[in-house]
């Protein structure tokens, strides 16, 4: 039963905090599966480019993996109702209230709060994806600063992964250039995952 509670909290945490969609979730999902256990770094890297390919919102996806991971069906329906009920209660709250919310100078102010904090959300789970992929090792904020510096400090404690690079390079040209479809860009991507980084 604790499990149970423990999925149940973990997750609505999750879906409370939040704002700015699936990515935005991404670093939360990973600090709370790394301190519980749940899955490795790895296999959560993996689960969420598998949660790209398959229908529905990344966070519920997710969610409901860690949750069938971790204590079977019962766990998913647990972890899927935890991360969705917190959206579900404030979107009917929003709905009753939307007038009144238009015009209020409070909530827009605490909206234009939320954005920038959405961007550094959305560019850590971008940094723990290209130490996992792109990069081998470590990308620190220390790290990056003293590479940007060229100042002494701590070496530089990762490489680039050619095989990744090459995958990112080209699917970044053919989505920006060529206005590239984002499925085919990941049918793309593993395809040539087989060949660059098998």
Known sequence: ???YFDLLWTFFKIGLFSFGGGYAMIPLMKMEIERHGW???QEFADLVAVSQMTPGPI???AATFIGIRTAGISGAIVS???VVLPSFVIIIII???????RTNRIVDAVIKGIR????????TAILFFAELSIF???IGLDTIGTWIAGKGGPKLNFALNPGGCIIFVLILI???RFKLHPILGVVLSGILGVFLMG
């Open 116 to 123: 920038p904090a959405t961007i550094g959300l959305i560019a």
């Open 95 to 101: 709905a009753r209230l939307l007038n009144a919310f």
């Open 174 to 176: 053919l989505v920006r």
């Open 80 to 82: 899927t109702l935890g």
């Open 59 to 61: 966070g519920i996806n």
């Open 39 to 41: 899955l490795s770094l």
């Open 136 to 138: 081998r090792g470590y």
């Open 1 to 3: 039963m604790a499990l």
